[in-house]
T-cell receptor, first 114, second 110 residues
Framework: KAGVTQTPRYLIKTRGQQVTLSCSPI?????VSWYQQTPGQGLQFLFE???????NKGNFPGRFSGRQFSNSRSEMNVSTLELGDSALYLC?????????????FGPGTRLLVL | GQQLNQSPQSMFIQEGEDVSMNCTSS?????WLWYKQDPGEGPVLLIA?????ELTSNGRLTAQFGITRKDSFLNISASIPSDVGIYFC??????????FGKGTKLSVKP
């Protein structure tokens, strides 16, 4: 069974631009969660999507948004990029049937904002 | 809010040594997860624990779910060079999203 895939793996953007990251969950998984990882803050939860609906949201500004498609693939968008948005963005998938299920992570997208 | 305190922050290992790390919380968790992350990659699930007192092994890795449900331990026996990386403990909040410890970085002794 293929794992979670994320594209692109690396991105360089400049301040003020926007960026869209993509995540394809494990086949059969309907929940996709997004996390931001930085050296200072560690791994922090952004949001979770299940059946095309945002089910849970972390404490990030509205510049961070996401969506999920009918095939469970998910995208996250960051608008008006700031230097502090440089991070590894990880998505994780789970079956989504029960809260607190085990989540499986993709390799991440490394975003550098200049 | 909920926080996971992971220790030690870093440690150096020599091949063949046993390694121990732990994770504590001020809140109760119903599930404890241990992940390993290699540079430039996402965390990989090593062991999942679902019951207080549970002891689970995965090869040379053994993890325990503390009886108080506020802590968990991970042991690596007879370490090998490929064990280097960052180990994270994680627990799910009631809404389902994971919170993570800051990680324990394993490096090889120079």
């Amino acid at each position: 069974k293929a794992g979670v895939t994320q594209t692109p793996r690396y991105l360089i953007k400049t301040r003020g631009q926007q960026v869209t990251l993509s995540c394809s969950p494990i086949s059969g998984h309907r929940s996709v969660s997004w996390y931001q990882q930085t050296p200072g803050q560690g791994l922090q939860f952004l949001f979770e999507y299940f059946s095309e609906t945002q089910r849970n949201k972390g404490n990030f500004p509205g510049r961070f948004s996401g969506r999920q498609f009918s095939n469970s693939r998910s995208e996250m968008n960051v608008s008006t990029l700031e230097l502090g948005d440089s991070a590894l963005y990880l998505c994780a998938s789970s079956l989504g049937q029960v809260r607190q299920e085990t989540q499986y992570f993709g390799p991440g997208t490394r975003l550098l904002v200049l | 809010g909920q926080q996971l305190n992971q220790s030690p922050q870093s440690m150096f290992i020599q091949e063949g040594e046993d390694v121990s790390m732990n994770c504590t919380s001020s809140s109760i968790f119903n599930t404890w997860l241990w992940y390993k992350q290699d540079p430039g990659e996402g965390p990989v699930l090593l062991i999942a624990l679902y019951k207080a007192g549970e002891l689970t092994s995965n090869g040379r890795l053994t993890a325990q779910f503390g009886i108080t449900r506020k802590d968990s331990f991970l042991n690596i026996s007879a370490s090998i060079p490929s064990d280097v990386g960052i180990y994270f403990c994680a627990g799910p909040r009631s809404q389902g999203n994971l919170i993570f410890g800051k990680g324990t970085k394993l490096s090889v002794k120079p």
